[in-house]
C-alpha cells in the first residue's frame, strides 16, 4: 500500500489570501506552490467574522464545513445559500465573489481547489466503514478524517487522528464508525 501520510500537527499555517485570517494547508501540488500559482490545494479555515472570501482567478473550488453552525453565502447578487455541517459539499468558481455571513459563531472549513484547465476535482463526505480507491491511474485520492480511522490495504493498516490526512494510490477499506471522512479527488485535464 503506497501511501503518504499528512498529520495534522505538520500542517502548514499561512494567512489568507485577502489577509482576513488563516489558512492550513494540508496539501498543495506543485509541492513549493504559492497561493498564486498552485494547480490543486487542500486547505482548512477558521472563518470568525464576516466579510468577502478570497477571490482566484482561474480556480475552481469546493467548500465543506467542518465545525461550528454554518454561513450564509452570497455570490454577486443571488439570494443567500445557507452552508453547515450537514449540506453536502459546495463547488462553484472561486473567481467569482462571494461574501460569507456567519450563522452563529465562528466556522472551520474544508477548501480544496484546482486551476481550471490543469485539474478538475470532487469532494464527498462518507460516514462508517467504506472502500475507496483510483478511478483512474493520474488521479490523486485523499481521505480526510475528521477522528480517529483505521485504513487497511493489502493486511497493512495505518490510523488517522482527527484532521490527518493521507493519500492513497491502492484500494483500502476505511473503518471510521461514527466519524465523518472527505474523500477528495484530483485529476489532471488533458
Not at 454561513?71 to 452552508?83: N, V
Not at 462571494?98 to 484547465?117: E, F, K, Q, Y
Not at 470532487?122 to 480526510?144: H, P
Amino acid at each position: 500500500m503506497a501511501m503518504t501520510l499528512y498529520r495534522a500537527s505538520e500542517h502548514k499555517r499561512m494567512p489568507w489570501k485577502n489577509g482576513g485570517g488563516e489558512t492550513v494547508e494540508i496539501a498543495v501540488f506543485p509541492p513549493d506552490a504559492s497561493v498564486d500559482d498552485f494547480d490543486s490545494r487542500i486547505s482548512m479555515a477558521t472563518v470568525a467574522s464576516d466579510g468577502p472570501f478570497s477571490i482566484f482567478p482561474g480556480i475552481d473550488r469546493t467548500l465543506s464545513i467542518l465545525d461550528g453552525n454554518g454561513m450564509s453565502l452570497t455570490f454577486d447578487s443571488q439570494e443567500p445559500l445557507l452552508l453547515n455541517r450537514s449540506s453536502p459539499p459546495l463547488a462553484f468558481a472561486a473567481d467569482v465573489p462571494v461574501a460569507a455571513r456567519l450563522v452563529d459563531g465562528p466556522i472551520t472549513d474544508l477548501n480544496v481547489m484546482t486551476r481550471r484547465g490543469r485539474y478538475r476535482h470532487s469532494v464527498e463526505r462518507v460516514t462508517g466503514r467504506f472502500s475507496v480507491s483510483k478511478q483512474a491511474e493520474s488521479e490523486a485520492v485523499f481521505v480526510l478524517a475528521m477522528g480517529d480511522v483505521s485504513l487497511t490495504s493489502d493486511h497493512k493498516s495505518v490510523d488517522l487522528k482527527a484532521l490527518d490526512a493521507m493519500s492513497i494510490d491502492a484500494a483500502v477499506t476505511v473503518r471510521a464508525d461514527e466519524i465523518t471522512c472527505y474523500i477528495i479527488r484530483l485529476t489532471p485535464q488533458d
